[in-house]
């Protein structure tokens, strides 16, 4: 059951796509305050776990830490962060009661989930114009779908966006795309898409490509195409302020960017220096920066990655020219003391994000003029939208790839996200393991983070163990800045990579059946045990083994130097071990603990009893894969069937009724009416 409360008058932020009529009264299960801020409050009870909260530091359990819904851009994701890149407002309360809280609003909430006092949830809101939603059901997995269904069905890329994805922040020129294609030939790893960062653009002005490094931008794309590779591209939010640049000359001129408390286009620094900002919150503009992507759609371009649309500042005049000023009377001054030090190395660091700013600029809501920090978090979700609605504008049979750095829900309907610029550190492989469940509570579905790590550099150990657990995750990209090249060609063990990524197209038919049937059902991809085994008290504190998809459990290895972990199994369930896709060992394993070893070449999950995995030979490119001719694992003591999903892979016809394959089994046999199915010999 789901209850609709209005404070205010909330800004409208097309986050939900059902109408639920309004209800009076107090909003239940929470206290609400109407004090300076609006507030929600609640006694947590000892037992009681807090689930949610999306893109978020910490644990699957959310309780214990502060969090705020602020989409902010910054690179250092440590233990002291309150937020990410995204909005993700959507909470739930397990234990004494369970119910959930979505918060629609475009503003800044604050979480503290028992930090301040152990034992209080208090949830308080930047503005006091917000539509609550409360959501009562039987079991998590249920509110997690009526929450889904209120949002609407998330965002499905085409079928290649499952297959092996490079990227770094580096490659500059046409060869160098070469060079990287060649190498993952020349190693037989496979690889289905190569990621352009900001060097292929113009001054790093979106729409725009560099002409001197890329003189046959066209050509290259084809002849990546005509070898199944695609080339994604990345757009930036911040159009650089430049006479002579089409984008902004026509953005000016047609009144598209946001502005200042004067009326003039507001500037501040980004990637090219001074930009503008396209105001994504007005229909026209985002008609118009929507249709900029044509540019690189004619060229034959079907991925794009959108960022920096929290949107990031990196600086505003105002505040510069302050630090300006503070450096010359220091100078002036001579020594610095502890006060005038630190004050004017603070004065720089608080130049980047500074939340003042994003009071400093407007947005006109189809006639209506907002101060961006009312709004801020909607900006990134709006701009990819603009994206996805020009897509449909430009061919609205075919699937395009699209994520997005910044989000808050309502973008899962348009896009997929990662989770921005990690590091090659364990923890955050860790933090990666336990996100992705609270992702996919919130819509985002098609996610992933940077493999390996972003900044700093990777070794080869903490890369193979972020590949075996990315090989999972729809959205399996490398992408690094680190000094420290990070193709998988580039370790000593190869092999080990090639042997990895062969089992992650393996796997393309089971991963994708189970995502888009988790799209459609509104049910999570990857979800914590407790979802699954509500009565097993043993499953509430694991949160470094999860569900994926129907019938799998994975337990991945996220600290250095062990070649083994214990593995909590809560059913009898069959072990797969597997180095490569012809070296595969089974064995049934009984409920319980476990001591597992994991090799580092070794890929180890769980299947559940009476559940399949389903495989298919793996080739280099996920085009070139044969999906009708598949091979099932299974543990199986009853005759079962499996309900998977194939389609073609780009058109958006998901609800075509032989679009779902049964596939029936038995221990010994196994049978489809529309595939070849055998078992894998193990
Ligand atoms: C941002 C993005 C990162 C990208 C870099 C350069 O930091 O998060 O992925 O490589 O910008 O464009």
Wanted: proline fraction near 3%; glycine fraction near 6%.
């Amino acid at each position: 059951m789901i209850q609709k409360f209005r404070f205010g008058e909330p800004i409208l932020s097309d986050s939900v796509v059902k109408d639920i009529p309004l209800s009076k009264g107090n909003v239940p299960y929470v206290q609400t305050k109407s004090e300076e801020n609006l507030s929600f409050h609640y006694d947590l009870a000892p037992e009681d776990a807090v689930y949610g909260l999306g893109e978020n530091m910490h644990g699957i359990n959310k309780r214990g830490f502060v969090y705020e819904s602020r989409c902010m851009d910054g690179a250092r994701h440590t233990d002291d962060r309150i937020s990410l890149y995204a909005a993700h407002n959507f909470i739930i309360v397990d234990g004494n009661r369970r119910f959930a809280m979505f918060l629609d609003t475009a503003s800044i909430v604050t979480y503290d989930v028992g930090n301040k006092n152990i034992d209080q949830l208090i949830i308080t809101c930047k503005t006091k114009d917000v539509d609550v939603y409360i959501i009562e059901e039987k079991d998590l997995v249920s509110i997690v779908s009526a929450f889904r269904e209120l949002i609407g069905k998330s965002y499905i890329p085409p079928k290649w966006a499952f297959g092996y994805q490079q990227s770094r922040w580096g490659y500059r020129t046409e060869d160098d795309f070469r060079e990287i294609a060649k190498n993952y030939k020349e190693h037989g790893i496979p690889l289905d898409a190569l990621y352009m960062d900001i060097d292929y653009m113009e001054e790093y002005e979106s729409f725009t490509i560099d002409r001197e490094k890329f003189p046959n931008f066209e050509g290259l794309v084809d002849e990546m195409k005509a070898d199944g590779l695609h080339l994604v591209p990345i757009i930036d939010a911040g159009i650089k302020v430049k006479q002579g640049y089409g984008v902004y000359e026509d953005g000016v001129a047609n009144d598209y960017f946001c502005k200042d408390k004067d009326g003039n286009n507001f500037k501040c620094g980004v990637w090219p220096g001074f930009c503008h900002f396209p105001d994504v919150l007005n229909t026209k503009t985002r008609a118009w920066f929507g249709d900029q992507y044509r540019v690189l759609l004619d060229k034959g371009i079907d991925g794009f990655w959108n960022d920096m649309n929290e949107p990031s500042i990196f600086y505003t005049q105002e505040r510069l020219q302050e630090a300006y000023t503070m450096v010359d009377e220091l100078r002036a001054q001579g020594e610095l003391d502890l006060h005038t030090y630190f004050g004017l190395r603070s004065k720089f660091q608080t130049l980047t994000s500074n939340p003042e700013d994003y009071k400093l600029f407007y947005h006109d809501m189809d006639g209506k003029k907002v101060r961006h920090d009312a709004v801020h978090n909607l900006f990134g979700y709006y701009l990819t939208r603009a994206a996805a609605e020009g897509f449909d504008r430009y061919n609205s049979e075919k699937r395009i790839l699209l994520f997005s750095r910044a989000s808050s829900i309502g973008m899962h309907r348009y896009s997929g996200i990662w989770t921005g610029d990690n590091h090659s550190w364990w923890s955050h492989l860790k933090m990666n393991i336990k996100m992705m469940p609270s992702l996919n509570m919130c819509g985002f579905l098609y996610s992933g983070a940077d493999l390996g790590g972003f900044g700093g550099d990777t070794n080869e150990e903490l890369m193979l163990r972020w590949i075996e657990f990315g090989m999972f995750a729809p959205l399996m990209r490398n992408h690094n800045q680190g000094r420290r090249d990070q193709e998988l060609y580039t370790f000593s063990h190869t092999n080990w990579f090639k042997n990895l990524i062969e089992l992650r197209y393996a796997m393309i038919p089971y991963l994708y059946s189970e995502f888009v049937k988790a799209v459609q059902t509104n049910a999570c991809f990857f979800r914590p045990l407790v979802f699954d085994y509500t009565k097993d008290p043993m499953v509430k504190e694991i949160e470094d083994q999860l569900m994926v998809g129907e019938g799998i459990m994975v337990a991945p290895i996220y600290e250095a130097n062990v070649r083994g972990r214990t593995v909590y199994v809560p059913e009898d369930m069959l072990m797969v071990r597997m180095r490569s896709y012809e070296e595969i060992q089974t064995e049934t394993i009984a409920k319980g603990m476990h001591y597992v070893s994991m090799a580092l070449d070794e890929v180890v999950f769980f299947i559940k009893k009476d559940h399949l995995m389903v495989l298919a030979e793996p080739k280099t490119r996920t085009r070139d894969m044969n999906f009708d001719q598949l091979y099932v694992l299974g543990y199986i003591t009853q005759p079962i069937q499996y309900q998977l999903y194939d389609d073609d892979g780009y058109s958006k016809q998901y609800d075509q009724p032989d679009n779902l394959h049964v596939v029936y089994a038995t221990s010994t046999e196994v049978s489809c009416a529309s595939k070849q199915v055998q078992f894998l010999k193990s």
